[in-house]
């Protein structure tokens, strides 16, 4: 697929740099059994089976995620760095030899990649996601997401809140209306649209969550949904009280900033948050 998208119509336009994590994020890697694994467990020779699969020595299998080759020409094309952090480090073994860079050269990615690509085992990747210019992290495990997002310099995504990569690319407008929950800046350049959006976030969560507790049944559009909120919502939290904290300092957020990780805190969270909203005259 040629991706004919105008950047300046998706949230990319918001971004100098994509950073990208590698196991399950950008690829999967399985056993001849199907069990997962990461990267680092596969050994080269590696054998492309199909453009987006490839089989290792020990018949271990990698799979490319179905759009991300695209998606990362096409943001080469439009001048948007990008660089890969990892903790997919196989020990012992020098860089060149690391089973990630081996694989991202037999996938055709690696050209692409003209920012940095970090192997690290055992790394918070707070210490390693860089800003270079705006910059955003994509990842599929929230304590990464965390790491990076406390640091405060960079924008971070989890891969588990959109299906395709292709999802991306829709409009931006478009994006927001069907509340995705794709960014988790909420809307750092327009305090307005923050707002909004946390105020369909929490509502969204509050009825989803009532009608768990009290026994209810719920879809499996309605669970992922919930899933997706409750992963999503902490970080999110934390960069509305940044985004607000940026505007108008005096919104009296800093004593909640610890308390937005803890499920059981977030009505309480929800309520300042709502009065900080109300301060700033929102």
Known sequence: MDIKTNIEDTIFS??????????GTILDCFTKQGDAIGVYQTNPPYKLTTSTMLVDTDGNVVRLEPGIRDLFKWLDKNSINIGIVSSGEKEDTTFEGQPGVLVL???DLKRFINYEIVFKHDINKGNYVKPLGKTLFIDNKDENLDDVDKKGQVDVLNRGSFENWEDLLQRKTAILNLNLFRLVNYGEKDP?????????????????KLKVDSGRFITPKESTKLSALQQGLPVKMSALINTLQSHWKDTGLNEIRDHVWNEDNWPRCFQKIDNAIDIAGI
Do not use: G, H
């Open 14 to 23: 918001d971004y100098d740099t994509v950073v990208f994590d590698m196991d």
């Open 105 to 107: 050269r037999k996938f």
């Open 192 to 208: 307005i649209n923050a707002a909004l959006r946390f105020y369909q976030d929490t509502l969204d969560y509050s009825k989803l």
